[in-house]
């Protein structure tokens, strides 16, 4: 069945939509088809679609992990004609149409729409640095950065040795961008208002927080002014900013940049993303980062009926530059790939192509402070950070959750609390690793000591590329 020829012909021969990925792109593609006669199968190796920008939250003890995400069978339950497939996408093959799923079965379609999103690339250096700098891409690794940060403060109370105590306390983000910068603000209020009445032996208003950028400046999708407030903003909050710097070095206790050694205990890696391995088996227009070269419907060259949507598609702006990747720059993707797919299913017109998406920029800094550029206009402070806030939990699923988090929120501008400061037991595979008890970081023949550190993230394609890390 042909891309131009989808309208169905009785039950038997419904078109068959396969979508890969139950993301920001994959939901709204799925959510465009609700009412159409086609059979959609949305394939999901979770069982949740997840609320990504909050994850810092996660991570920060601020939320709990169900505040961010909703089970995708929840999302579809009123949709008859949507079938729900937890399990993993190995590969496409394009020229027999199918997709074969990581058993070894062949899932046919008609028409496929891939939204598998991006992963954390470390530049090359997956296999050493992955272990001991946590990205944070999913919800299992907002619950080991949040165990990692918790459990390094409860050794440091335990520490009689200063040296290792105060590693113990020093948090080291790498990346400047938004995660970077919220991630620090926020860590830096939690360390030094939250946590010093939880502890006796410790002072932990001595606990150093970093943020390591190599380039010249926070923020860089940001204007020059923007990125001075932020970095302001962070080291009046008790940040140390360091520009300039790329890290070159990252093991079990703590970091290099450049030639400066930093011992810490928990280091957070906030750049570097690249697409998805699924997206790579196409075998056709992949950019080097793994995302995959559109048309402006959103199709793969020379394949009308196979889309790629949302982070996983390289799309170009006005400016020249790609598009970043973010939520609302994959909802709109998404809603005009479903309403492609729905006209043709129908044969009624077919809708232009949009024009690239230019979302408004907005970054939280602190728990009340952010930035925002919009147009012409931009605002700094609490306005910018109501912004942000009101921004996103328009874009969250569930109105339980909405609440919710307001509902946290405001309890933490007004007291500082942070209900979640659990760290949760993790199979042994992720048991959290001491740093190494002599203080030194290098074995006797000179190696550097590696050691199996706290919920490892998932290991990407050595591939590399930056293309979210520096929206
Ligand atoms: C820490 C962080 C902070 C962010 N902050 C912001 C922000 O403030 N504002 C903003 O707008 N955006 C933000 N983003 C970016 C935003 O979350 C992404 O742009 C958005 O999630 C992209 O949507 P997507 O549907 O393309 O992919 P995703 O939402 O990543 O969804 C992809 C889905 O595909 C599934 N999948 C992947 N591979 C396979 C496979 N092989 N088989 C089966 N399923 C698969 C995944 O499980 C996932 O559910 C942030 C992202 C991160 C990581």
Not at 32 to 42: K, N, Y
Not at 80 to 98: G, T
Request: neutral net charge; contains cysteine.
């Amino acid at each position: 069945m042909s891309a131009d020829n989808l309208t169905p012909a009785g039950e038997a021969s419904r078109p068959k939509v396969v979508v890969i990925g139950g993301g920001f792109a994959g939901i709204a593609v799925v959510r465009e088809l609700r009412d159409s006669d086609a059979e959609v199968t949305l394939v999901d190796r979770n069982n949740h679609h997840l609320f990504q920008p909050f994850l810092f939250q996660v991570a920060t003890s601020i939320l709990e992990p169900a505040q961010i995400a909703t089970p995708i069978r929840s999302l579809v339950g009123d949709m008859p004609n949507v079938r729900v497939e937890m399990r993993e996408a190995k590969r496409v093959d394009i020229s027999r149409r199918v997709v074969v799923m990581a058993e070894g079965v062949d899932l046919p379609y008609d028409v496929l729409v891939i939204a598998t999103g991006a992963q954390t690339s470390y530049f090359g250096h997956e296999s050493e640095w992955a272990q001991h700098a946590l990205g944070l891409k999913t919800l299992g690794d907002a619950v080991a950065a949040r165990n990692r940060l918790l459990t390094a403060f409860e050794r440091a109370e335990m520490e009689p040795d200063p040296g290792k105590q105060a590693r113990d306390m020093t948090v080291v983000a790498v990346g400047g961008g938004p995660t970077g910068v919220a991630i620090t603000g926020t860590i830096s209020e939690f360390v030094h208002r939250t946590l010093p009445a939880d502890f006796r032996n410790i002072d932990v208003r001595r606990a150093r927080i970093l943020l390591v950028e190599a380039g010249p400046r926070l923020l860089p999708a940001f204007s020059e002014r923007h990125s001075s407030y932020a970095t302001r903003a962070l080291e009046r909050a008790g940040v140390e900013v360091r520009l300039g710097v790329p890290v070159t070095h990252v093991d079990a206790a703590g970091v290099t940049i450049g030639e400066e050694r930093i011992e810490a205990g928990t280091v957070l890696w906030c750049t570097g993303v690249q697409g998805v391995a699924l997206a790579r088996t196409l075998g056709t227009n992949v950019k080097a980062n793994g995302t995959v070269a559109v048309e402006k419907d959103f199709s793969v060259p020379g394949h009308p009926d196979c889309f790629v949507v949302g982070d996983a598609a390289y799309v170009v702006g006005p400016d020249g530059r790609p598009l970043p990747g973010l939520a609302s720059v994959a909802q709109h993707q998404g809603r005009y790939v479903g309403k492609l797919i729905a006209a043709r299913l129908l044969g009624t017109a077919v809708p232009t192509p949009p024009e690239p998406f230019v979302p408004s920029k907005v970054a939280t800094i602190t728990r009340h402070v952010g930035i925002a550029e919009y147009r012409d206009r931009s605002i700094t402070g609490f306005p910018a950070w109501l912004m942000w806030g009101l921004l996103h939990l328009r874009t969250l699923s569930g109105g339980h959750s909405k609440v919710s988090i307001l509902a946290n929120w405001v309890r933490l501008l007004i007291t500082y609390r942070r209900s979640a400061r659990l760290i949760v037991e993790q199979p042994s595979t992720t048991a959290v690793a001491a740093p190494p008890s002599t203080g030194s970081l290098r074995s006797d023949d000179g190696e550097p000591v590696r050691l199996k550190a706290a919920g490892s993230s998932e290991q990407p394609d050595p591939a590399i590329a930056q293309r979210r890390g520096d929206v």
